[in-house]
């Protein structure tokens, strides 16, 4: 099948050019697929979700997403993952909790290269003994989208971990691999995904572990998670959600010299990041008021456990990247 965008295809800005898309491609699953079942990794991702959402209404229990757990997902991913699509969209899914798993194999893994390679393998590893659970699965579904294949977003180029093992070779579906993704999230929302899915900012495949400066620990794991989530939480309620293009916490490997409770306290650091860029490739960093970093600030100092120190960082890209690493 061709790679290249039909030049006829309209884009799809309004609800009713998605609800036609999702008419056509229902309709397209349909013939693929006939009565055989179809394996997805459902990472809760905008992609993901969608492309979930599109094979349930086509095919329903014929789908199976499967979503692995791997602890560095953001503060109620998972539970957001079981509620929308387990309990509102009635899918067939399967929850691994792989938690201990990863955070084992990453154990005293210091270099940012080698933490992202296992944690994509063993992500494939884990999804392999998935799949080999499951009887009669002919497909495999892919949240591909059109930047994707151009390669002219840096976002899914770091996804280069190899795939599964030749007698697991299904073949694919990918109903979005035409769509941008401003095109994505309008057929989300017409699929009747919740906005916190559809308008999600961008998340690295590697989650909060490549914000776990260093080799990952589990306590400075659930600073980064908590911070994170104060983080998310402050900016909605302050209208920045959706106005900032990304936006989270960090954790560095290294302590510092404080005061908590009128005691020397010896703890980590909490950096934010927030920025805005329109591909990735160069970034500004967002002037968020200094009255609500001061407020952020003293909540993370207050709320999460091990920090006393909070920091802006108000370096653009170039010279920094978005991501520490
Ligand atoms: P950098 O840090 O290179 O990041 O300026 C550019 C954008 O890419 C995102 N990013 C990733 N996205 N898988 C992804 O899907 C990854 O492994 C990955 N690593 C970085 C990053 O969040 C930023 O938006």
């Known amino acids: 099948m061709s790679n290249v965008r039909p030049e006829s295809m309209e884009r799809i800005t309004t609800e009713a050019l998605a609800e036609a898309f999702i008419a056509e491609q229902v309709a397209a699953l349909r013939a693929q697929v006939g009565e055989k079942k179809v394996l997805l990794a459902l990472s809760g991702g905008v992609d993901s979700s969608v492309v979930a959402a599109l094979l349930i209404k086509a095919i329903g229990k014929q789908l199976v997403c499967v979503h692995v757990n791997h602890g560095l997902l953001r503060k109620g991913e998972p539970e957001q993952v079981i509620e929308v699509f387990r309990h509102q969209m009635d899918a067939n899914l399967v929850y691994v909790d792989a938690v201990d798993r990863f955070l084992d194999k990453l154990a005293g893994v210091e270099e940012p290269e080698k933490k992202r390679k296992i944690i994509g393998a063993e992500f494939i590893r884990v999804f392999e003994e998935e799949a080999r659970k499951l009887d009669g699965i002919e497909f495999l579904a892919q949240g591909t989208i059109y930047p994707d294949i151009l390669e002219s977003g840096p976002v899914k180029a770091h996804h280069n971990v190899g795939g599964l093992p030749e007698d697991l ?48 620990t589990r306590d400075r794991l659930e600073a980064v998670r908590e911070s994170d989530a104060i983080l998310r939480e402050e900016f909605q309620k302050n209208g920045l959600e959706g106005k900032v293009w990304q936006y989270f916490t960090i954790v560095p490997d290294f302590k510092s010299v404080g005061v908590k409770e009128g005691k020397r306290s010896f703890e980590w650091s909490v950096i934010i990041r927030a920025v805005n860029t329109k591909d990735a490739m160069t970034a500004t960093v967002e002037d968020v008021p200094f009255a609500l970093l001061q407020h952020i600030t003293a909540r993370i100092t207050a709320e999460v456990k091990g920090v006393n120190r909070v920091c802006y960082d108000l370096t653009p890209k170039p010279t920094g990247t978005i991501e520490w690493e």
């Not at 979005?176 to 899915?197: I, N, Y």
């Open 169 to 216: 070779q299904f073949e694919l579906v990918e109903p979005l691999k035409f769509l941008f993704k401003d095109e994505v999230r309008v057929v989300g929302k017409a699929l009747g995904l919740p906005d916190g899915m559809v308008y999600r900012q961008p998340f690295p495949g590697p989650g909060l572990g490549v914000r776990c400066l260093g080799a990952i």
